[in-house]
């Protein structure tokens, strides 16, 4: 056997390594339902949960509860389902979060709690924009 | 309004575009011309077009920075990323916030390359040229903002558009010539000189990999196989510099930036230009092999060809949000996403069809390479580098996986690893790994005949140096974790075994020593990423034995320390002290206590109670009105050993109450060995009114010594008759005193003066004064004639605090060397390449 073919094999073998390991640690994006069933199986998978913040009326954010020193808070996030849950998060609330008009919150059910390991925003674009800031 | 600008703006993007597709196609007909004369002519006709494109993009550079600096906030490229107070320098990062900007930037490179080539690669010009031409349609068509009519198709994003066509508020009904008298501004952590030079570097970068994929299109356009990889290489090597500098930037920025204590995130944004960067590594190697010895010739061509279309795939990855559910920092859709998939089909597409049409005739070498050889090591390391490149391209591209199972009709509900950092550690440390072995032992290689016995001969000084600084260096630093010794273990004999290369050349030929400096550079870094992501660790303990808050986390309680200011504290071996909060004048370098300055009605201004002294030197005088930046508070911490101070650091909390919360960056103590990095994890929040303490009251006389919170030393040092109080001029019947009380503090005194009122003759009025630093409040309350005396009353309040968390980086700066001796040894290698 010539050196290229081993080298070729031995290629090929890391590469089926990579592709496995990606598959068996990729995470899924489920919505609130599949994600508590996940939880009550006694998984501790972290799964992405999609959402947007439920807003009232005059377009505000509603459910948002800070804690005092604003070192953590947790809020309401509807997922595609409609599906409403209370999404606790250790950290302060990230900048833009208000604006935001999607939520990807990644972490996973803990004593039917939601707690958020990371959170991922996704901003309005310049076109979606409709208001002018204060201090016009 | 200026409407005038912004037309001459758009005018000239059109011209940009316009013209580079004509120069695309007479460079095209003067490629394809048989005959001399014809050839000539179309070439000339394409240079002017060139010509004309690149005025027209410098045009397009100089009209957007014209509409930020000036304030034209009628357009919405400064409304939105602009505003009066933000300072000059910062103006530039405004092009890069938008993605407008950043096409526009990557486009001004290609045009100074375009020019570089015309003027250099007379042979190479036309087909090359072809290739940068389309490139530069394809980038101007992003910002080219136009509509076609009849299908309503809108092509590009324009940044010259007005705020009044960007947004739909009502103002614009009403009163259409509405402008904005300020803008929103530029992100707070954007503003921050890295961000100032890292994504110019990195679009240069970007822009650098173009020139070797038009050589080597131009190349097999032009059955010259073989000939395009000597121009092509110097611009790999220039590339590959540029590229890893840009990259790295935006770590450092991140480091003194950001608060996650690191450089590397692994988020998909900063994947989609690293998996390019390792390929283009990749490509330089088997395009040095095939210089020496006519091997790998069909690899460089798949690779060098791969690196461009890569960085293609990750222009649409960041751009057209398809990143948006899996990243933090993606550009949003500017609705270009259609536009940057034909960007990237359209070359991807190209490239690929003419190298299987070309495949047959490109020579290539049948001879079975040793592995006694140099080309084989070399192989087997730019192997490595694609296979470690893969590993983060694969699973960076899941959303791509799910929007094409979407397509089809199918669902996926794959998403990227949740602990991201972890998942490409593991799998990249061993990359790591197996590159330093590879290249440390290829290097014995650099003499093309080497057998068994000679190998045997050269490794073993090299090994047994190694050994020696691998068990020197782990009873030092206390290395255990198996996968981490092997990591130093090779990045050791990476170093060792490039030196010994670097010592034979520099008798010989130190010219040639540029890739053992490269590689002695990648071998510091390897082993400053493992310290210093591997053993950083916390030093701010909370050592009292007090909870800080019950509120909070444990870890929390648990890793971060209160300090009242002015008490010391110990970590890490320092005492600590905290001495409260200060501002940044805008004009000067150095910090304002808050103590010394009262703020004005503009809230960037404030007026100087004293002279501001900072560190020795004199920065203002009393009264003196300064410049600030009102968004930013600096917290001044001093560390001192034995007594001495061995570091003031000011790490910065920005509050942004319309962001909802605060944003911390670090400030760093940096020792060779070691950075100490500190951020604030708490500030105090001003909003809330303090809780004063019970009044105390005090008899005392003039001159006579008591002591508050039975620590600060006071003295009533005088009673004086006034006429005014803060101004406002008193009736004559009136009668007001002012006391002047010294109050000696930890470190300096304070003078304070409360003021006693009787107003009417029966009315009593009161104005405490407050030391901020103390926490106390000192009022006059009454004047006893009898006895000569005064009855003070004071209140305490908690002191000023602040929580910080601070880490210990062991041998981060090996990495920022290491990073800057490879590109030392990029340098070299490029200037002797560039000389051939």
Partial sequence: MKKSHILAIGVIAVAIVIIISTAGDASTYVNFEQAYQLASTGSSTQVHVVGQLPKDGAGQVVGIEKSTDNLSFSFLLLDDNNKEQKVFYNEPMPPDFLRSEKVVVIGNYQNSQFIAKKILLKCPSKYQEQKLNAGV | MHYFIGNLGHLLVITAFVTSLLSAFAYWKATTQKEIEGKNSWLINARFAFVAHVLGVFGVVAVLFTIIYKHYFEYHYAYAHSSLHLPGQYMLSCYWEGQEGSFLLWMFWHAIIGLILIKTQKSWEAPTMVVFTLVQAFLASMILGVVIPGIDLKLGSSPFILLRDAMDDPIFKLQPDFIPKDGNGLNALLQNYWMVIHPPTLFLGYALTLPPFAFCIAGLWQKKYVEWVKPALPWSLLGGGILGLGILMGGYWAYETLNFGGYWNWDPVENAVYVPWLILIASIHTMITYKNSKTALKSSIILVIAVFLLLLYATFLVRSGILGDASVHAFTDLGLSGQLLIY?????????????????????????????????????????????????????????????????????????????????????????????????????????????????????????????????????????????????????????????????????????????????????????????????????????????????????????????????????????????????????????????????????????????????????????????????????????????LAASLFPRVQINPAMGGFIASPDIKRKFSRDLYTHVSLPMNREEEPEWGKLEEVKVKIGEEFF????????????????????????????????????????????????????????????????????????????????????????????DWVVIKALEKPLINVLWVGTFVLMIGFGMAMVRRFKE
């Avoid at chain 2, 009242?564 to 005492?575: T, V």
């Avoid at chain 2, 470190?747 to 009315?763: A, C, D, G, R, W």
């Fill in chain 2, 344 to 644: 990237l089909l359209f070359f991807t597409l190209g490239a690929i069809v003419l190298a299987i049409i070309r495949w047959k005739e490109i020579p290539s070498s049948e001879k079975e390479v040793s592995t006694y050889s140099r080309e084989f090591w070399i192989f087997l390391g730019a192997t490595t580098l694609c296979l470690m490149g893969f590993q983060v391209l694969l699973p960076t591209s899941i959303p791509v996986y799910n929007k094409i199972i979407e397509i089809f009709g199918g669902a996926s509900n794959l998403a990227p690893p949740a602990n991201q950092i972890e998942f490409y550690s593991k799998f990249q440390l061993w990359f790591g790994v197996a590159v330093a072995l590879i290249s440390g032992t290829g290097q014995f290689f650099w003499w093309k005949k080497i057998d068994k016995e000679k190998l045997k001969q050269e490794m073993l000084t090299p090994l047994l140096i190694t050994l020696l600084l691998f068990a020197f260096t782990i009873a030092i630093a206390k290395v255990y974790n198996p996968a981490y010794l092997i990591l130093t273990l090779a990045g050791l004999y990476l170093i060792v075994s490039n030196f010994k290369v670097l010592f034979t050349l520099a008798k010989l030929n130190p010219k040639l020593s540029g890739g053992a400096v490269a590689h002695i550079g990648i071998g510091m870094m390897l082993i400053g990423v493992m310290f210093s992501a591997g053993y950083s660790k916390v030093v701010s303990l909370n050592n009292t034995g007090m909870l800080i808050s019950k509120e909070l986390p444990t870890e929390f309680n648990r890793d971060n320390l209160l300090l009242f200011i002015n008490e010391p504290r110990s970590m890490a071996g320092y005492d600590i002290e905290y001495r409260g909060e200060r501002l940044e004048p805008r004009q000067k370098s150095g910090f304002i206590s808050k103590n010394d300055v009262e703020l004005t009605l503009d809230p960037f201004k404030v007026v100087a109670l004293k002279d501001i002294i900072f560190q020795n030197e004199k920065l203002y005088n009393a009264k003196d009105t300064i410049e600030i930046f009102p968004e930013n508070t600096f917290y001044e911490i001093e560390l001192r050993r034995d007594g001495k």
């Fill in chain 2, 708 to 799: 508050i919170n039975s620590k600060y030393s006071t003295t009533l040092e005088e009673i004086r008759r006034v006429d005014e109080i803060e101004g406002v001029k008193l009736a004559a019947e009136d009668v007001a005193v002012q006391a002047m009380i010294k109050v000696q503090g930890e470190h300096e005194p304070y003078t304070v003066s409360p003021f006693f009122l009787i107003k009417n003759k029966s009315q009593v009025g009161r104005l405490p004064a407050e030391i901020n630093d103390l926490g106390i409040k000192i009022t006059l309350l009454n004047i006893l004639p009898e006895t000569n005396e005064f009855l003070l009353g004071i209140n305490a309040r908690q002191k």
